[in-house]
């Protein structure tokens, strides 16, 4: 149980195209998700918290109309990386925050990533 | 007050050795102190998690001992084993907001 995915696992994209990052909570309902962004050989940075049927929030120095959220449902969260450029590229993992349970209170759970290729 | 400090930076041990990896905090709003797994490529896995009214939690080979008075804690793997190789990260999260704040990471290295 408590499985994330995301889709793609990885993706390289041309200088100033969109993508978009899917997150889903396999067997769990979750109203709350993280998107996270982890460079060559270093820490897990938050980007964002997404819950579900409201606005995203961001942390400090994070472009918010740069990374666009969306949480439709208490299953998926959308990542949409605008006008993608060379630095933009890094490793993108979402996680879920297993909503009130007999097994999972409050625990989150990692997706396996999404590796972004700005060229 | 944000930061989780961790070390060593990377580790090798033995096959059958312990490996110890030492977190320190400064936040006194964090209420729980997970460890992730994380491989090449993969997205971190949850290891064992702590809160801070328990001292020492022992989950198979791992073990977390931690020090509430110091803001301490540390992450014990008896009988280290190469498919243990991977990089691990100890966090703390924010009571209230849930955010993670991770440590910077230990490569671990289990030599056969």
């Known amino acids: 149980g408590a499985v994330v995915s995301q889709h793609p696992s990885w993706v390289i994209c041309k200088s100033g195209t969109s993508v978009k990052i899917e997150c889903r909570s396999l067997d769990f309902q979750a109203t709350t998700m993280f998107w996270y962004r982890q460079f060559p050989k270093q820490s897990l940075m938050l980007m964002a918290t997404s819950n579900e049927g409201s606005k995203a929030t961001y942390e400090q120095g994070v472009e918010k109309d740069k990374f666009l959220i969306n949480h439709a449902s208490l299953t998926l969260s959308t990542l949409t990386v605008t006008s993608a450029h060379p630095e933009d590229s890094s490793f993108y993992i979402c996680?879920?925050?297993?909503?009130?349970?007999?097994?999972?209170?409050?625990?989150?759970?990692f997706g396996p990533g999404t590796r972004l290729t700005v060229l | 007050q944000q930061q989780v400090k961790q070390s060593p930076q990377s580790l090798i041990v033995q096959k059958g050795g312990i490996s110890i990896i030492n977190c320190a905090y400064e936040?006194?709003?964090?209420?729980?102190f997970p460890w992730y797994q994380q491989f090449p490529g993969k997205g971190p896995a949850l290891l064992i998690a702590i809160r801070p009214d328990v001292s020492e939690k022992k989950e198979g080979r791992f073990t977390i001992s931690f020090n509430k008075s110091a803001k301490q804690f540390s992450l014990h793997i008896m009988d280290s084993q190469p498919g243990d190789s991977a990089t691990y990260f100890c966090a703390g999260r924010q009571g209230g907001s849930e955010k993670l704040v991770f440590g910077k990471g230990t490569k671990l290295t289990v030599n056969p």
């Open positions: 936040n006194t709003a964090f209420d729980y």
């Open positions: 996680s879920a925050r297993a909503d009130r349970g007999p097994s999972y209170y409050n625990e989150q759970f």
